[in-house]
């Protein structure tokens, strides 16, 4: 039941459903033009209070921003941000100065995660009104790990394999391929290959683990979209959220499917 061999165009296949699914973390974010009143603990209030029966912990984070510049002394710029949680920890929505972003480690389907992307965007455009959209993006990472990394070579398609297809793919430290493509709606960041134990090419979305795994990594995303508006968000999302399956589907064969419980 192999897919459309151009992945890019046209209608996404039919979901198959996996009763397994390799996906360990799937990601919606937008970002706007800074709103800094969003720094403040009482400005995220209100926030706070709208998403509190769904999502009831809240973790208030700091990171810094390094800057240099050999004309000047470096520079530490601290960086706030709110991240609230379930009370099992499976799903995240974390509001910035120049963000908000919906995640799930515990992804189900794709209306479920587009109706509570929408909340979260819908609570941000009446409390907050951003300006604008710098970028919108969707991201569906998913790894698999020993015993199906043996048979890799009959789980993926061979324009997809590279170094994994040949014996170098023992001694390889870090083997990871990336492309861009573009489609009528946006961007398609693909990124895969071998990670070793340990290792991770973004450890914010991707945990390092114990043992070598392959990933799949599928960020769609457009920029300088001229409104914030919550309905239109979550329409072209979803249409990311399509052309991602399509390319997912393009890419893994059906013994893929079937080792995952897929019907095919």
Request: hydrophobic share 40%; aromatic share 10%.
């Amino acid at each position: 039941m192999r897919t459309a061999e151009n992945p890019l165009i046209g209608a996404p296949p039919a979901d198959v459903p996996l009763a397994h699914p390799p996906l360990i973390r799937v990601i919606a974010q937008v970002r706007f033009p800074p709103l800094l009143s969003l720094a403040s603990q009482d400005s995220i209030a209100p926030f706070q209070t709208r998403l509190l029966e769904r999502y009831p912990i809240l973790r208030p984070e700091v990171t810094y921003n390094v800057v240099l510049d050999e004309r000047a002394p470096v520079e530490s710029k601290q960086i706030k941000y709110w991240r609230f949680l379930d009370k099992d920890n499976n799903w995240a929505v974390t509001l910035g100065t120049d963000f908000i972003s919906i995640e799930t480690t515990r992804y189900t389907n794709r209306k479920d995660f587009l109706e509570r992307f929408h909340d979260v965007l819908a609570t941000c455009q009446e409390l907050y009104s951003p300006a604008a959209v710098d970028r919108l993006g969707i991201r569906y990472i998913n790894r698999i790990t020993d015993p199906l990394l043996q048979d890799l070579p009959t789980l993926v398609r061979p324009e997809v394999l590279g170094i994994a297809a040949t014996p170098l793919v023992h001694h390889a430290e870090h083997a990871m391929t990336q492309n861009v493509f573009q489609f009528d709606d946006g961007f398609l960041g693909a990124r895969w290959g071998i990670l070793p134990p340990q290792r991770s090419v973004d450890p914010a979305a991707i945990d390092p683990i114990d043992r070598r795994s392959w990933v799949l990594d599928l960020d769609a995303y457009s920029t300088q979209i001229p409104t914030f508006e919550a309905q239109e968000a979550v329409a072209k999302a979803q249409r990311f959220t399509e052309r991602i399956y399509a390319f997912f589907r393009w890419t893994v064969t059906d013994e893929f499917l079937r080792r995952h419980g897929g019907a095919v």
